[in-house]
């Protein structure tokens, strides 16, 4: 069966560099949502979107932004990168943005900030 | 509040029963998942609980009692395989983000 995908896996930047990371849903999953997941830690909600609609946002800085595109994609904009923003990026999809939908995650982004 | 409380680590014996107990204050969710995860790779759905009582699926069983904010998974007849992170997670409506507790470190030994 078809997974989520994410790319790039790995990304290597500089402080104060962009980063541009892109998820695809499963097919047919019109919700996605973003994680952060620091060394050692839980992931933590970033944001969601239903039918290209933000639905929901948590701990996502400003320097962030995202959208979900017409064909439901994502993408994840990080701007002004810090040291700190060094973590997996898992984005998840499910079939809909209702409470209980199962969220599948996909392999997940490593960025590193030197 | 919505914190979520796990045992950090626990270690279990192949072939032997586990239970990973998870708690949560009352006010926050609508439902518990959990999930497991290898270190460095994505979390893969296990089981999922929005009403009270036992899910069972295979070697794996989750326990929802809202009432309670308590929650567990059973895993039986462990394999080595199984040594991962396990993680309670907890979603809310609307929005439908999860919150994750902090995860058990799973240690299968011979």
């Known amino acids: 069966a078809a997974g989520v995908i994410q790319s790039p896996r790995h990304l290597i930047k500089e402080k104060r560099e962009t980063a541009t990371l892109k998820c695809y849903p499963i097919?047919?999953?019109?919700?996605v949502y973003w994680y952060q997941q620091g060394p050692g830690q839980d992931p933590q909600f970033l944001i969601s979107?239903?039918?290209?609609?933000?639905?929901d946002k948590g701990s996502i800085p400003d320097r962030f932004s995202a959208q979900q595109f017409s064909d439901y994609h994502s993408e994840l904009n990080m701007s002004s990168l810090e040291l700190g923003d060094s973590a997996l990026y898992f984005c998840?999809?499910?079939?809909?943005?209702?409470?209980?939908?199962?969220?599948?995650f996909g392999p997940g982004t490593r960025l590193t900030v030197l | 509040g919505q914190n979520i409380d796990q045992p950090t680590e626990m270690t279990a014996t192949e072939g032997a029963i586990v239970q990973i107990n998870c708690t949560y204050q009352?006010?926050?969710?609508?439902?518990l998942f959990w999930y497991q995860q290898h270190a460095g790779e994505a979390p893969t759905f296990l089981s999922y609980?929005?009403?009270?009582g036992l899910e069972e699926k295979g070697r794996f069983s989750s326990f929802l009692s809202r009432s309670k904010g308590y929650s567990y998974l059973l895993l039986k007849e462990l394999q080595m395989k199984d040594s991962a992170s396990y993680l309670c997670?907890?979603?809310?409506?609307?929005?439908?983000?999860?919150?994750f507790g902090t995860g058990t470190q799973l240690k299968v030994e011979l």
């Open positions: 998840a999809s499910s079939p809909g943005g209702q409470g209980g939908d199962t969220q599948y």
């Open positions: 097919p047919r999953h019109d919700t």
């Open positions: 979107f239903y039918e290209k609609m933000q639905s």
């Open positions: 009352t006010s926050g969710f609508n439902g």
């Open positions: 609980n929005v009403l009270d």
């Open positions: 997670a907890g979603f809310t409506g609307g929005g439908n983000k999860l919150t």
